[in-house]
């Protein structure tokens, strides 16, 4: 008999989430990393294995379904939420984790995207953030930055780039987070944090293509960069950062300014972060893309924001029992007939 848990559950490890598909992505791809982890933390997460399902779309990161031992569906271009969407409200008890890209999310996906986190079903979306079109070899991406040269913009991308945080939080979803795939055990809290949330998680994972879009985001995981320009939010405590510690930051009115802790600042002064304050959340959201925030500042990873809200696929469940208790269970054949009847002599 296998060891089981106190919740009645066998005990597992990530092993039992790997399937026996030869994984392809290419060599040295992020992809790798955040596969382990969430593989890594599926056995913590209390969910019977048969009750987790992952839904994708098209792209590198779509391939994700074949490589998790646990149910799921490549489905099609930018309709993984969609199909995640119809899934839940079917099938409420279910785990449900979507896995897209910044392509396959924000660009053809993008309509569905909002949607979902507006009705706030209880999922967790895993947006891999690559800032280019991989699988379709080297496009640019709805995240690339202005004057990206690629395949599609040999003279440099004009279009504007999104934020995907700041429009998950146009969208009002109550889960709002970022990580990276070189760094473990942050992602894997990341991970742990979105399942727990009650509503639409939406997780923003910053994951290098090595071979389109090499280098994107090493100044966030390099070690002799990391300290200076990654500032990792923890609740309730100051935001700080530095190779020793030694930068905060703190706010001017609604203003973040960026504080040497070595030169008379101190820790008291600091901005606290609060993942329940929408202004404040708002404010490290846009950040580092604020041309009205003067100097330069760390890249905030963590949780900004959460908020409670009902979940689309329980107010439906009421919304239908209210209705079988008032006016009984429906016949589908009436409502297919109509209310409208010709008689043809």
């Known amino acids: 008999m296998s060891d089981t848990l106190t919740n009645g559950l066998p005990v597992l490890t990530a092993k039992d989430f790997v399937t026996d598909q030869e994984v392809r992505w290419c060599p040295g791809c992020g992809d790798y990393s955040i596969l382990a982890q969430v593989q890594k933390i599926m056995p913590t997460i209390g969910v019977a294995k048969e009750n987790i399902v992952i839904i994708s779309g098209i792209g590198c990161s779509s391939r994700f379904p074949y490589y998790m031992d646990v149910y799921g569906m490549h489905s099609i271009h930018g309709r993984a939420t969609a199909v995640a969407s119809g899934l839940k409200a079917a099938r409420p008890e279910l785990s449900v984790w979507i896995v897209t890209g910044d392509g396959d999310?924000?660009?053809?996906?993008?309509?569905?995207?909002?949607?979902?986190?507006?009705?706030?079903?209880?999922?967790?979306?895993?947006?891999?953030?690559?800032?280019?079109?991989?699988?379709?070899?080297?496009?640019?991406?709805?995240?690339s930055e202005e004057h990206k040269i690629t395949k599609s913009t040999p003279y440099g991308s004009i279009d504007h780039p999104f934020n995907p945080l700041a429009l998950a939080m146009g969208a009002e979803a109550t889960f709002i987070a970022r990580t990276m795939d070189r760094d473990p055990k942050h992602l894997q809290a990341m991970l742990t944090r979105s399942h727990q949330h009650k509503g639409s998680s939406f997780l923003e994972i910053y994951q290098n293509c090595n071979i389109f879009n090499d280098g994107a985001f090493e100044v966030f995981t390099e070690k002799k960069s990391k300290a200076d320009e990654a500032l990792f939010l923890e609740q309730g405590k100051p935001l700080i950062f530095g190779t020793t510690q030694n930068k905060g930051i703190k706010l001017d009115g609604f203003k973040p300014v960026v504080?040497?802790?070595?030169?008379?600042?101190?820790?008291?002064?600091?901005?606290?972060?609060?993942?329940?304050?929408?202004?404040?959340?708002?404010?490290?959201?846009?950040?580092?893309?604020?041309?009205?925030?003067?100097?330069?500042?760390?890249r905030p990873f963590g949780v900004f924001y959460e908020t409670e809200r009902a979940c689309y696929e329980d107010i439906m469940r009421m919304q239908i029992e209210e209705a079988i208790a008032t006016k009984g269970k429906g016949s589908l054949d009436k409502l297919l007939r109509g209310r409208e009847v010709w008689e043809i002599a």
């Open 105 to 143: 999310g924000l660009s053809i996906g993008g309509n569905h995207t909002i949607h979902l986190l507006r009705r706030n079903f209880d999922v967790n979306v895993l947006l891999f953030n690559n800032q280019i079109y991989g699988l379709t070899k080297g496009q640019y991406s709805p995240t």
């Open 259 to 298: 504080v040497d802790l070595d030169n008379g600042t101190s820790k008291d002064d600091l901005w606290i972060h609060d993942d329940k304050d929408l202004n404040k959340a708002q404010l490290l959201i846009r950040m580092f893309d604020n041309p009205k925030v003067e100097g330069h500042f760390p």
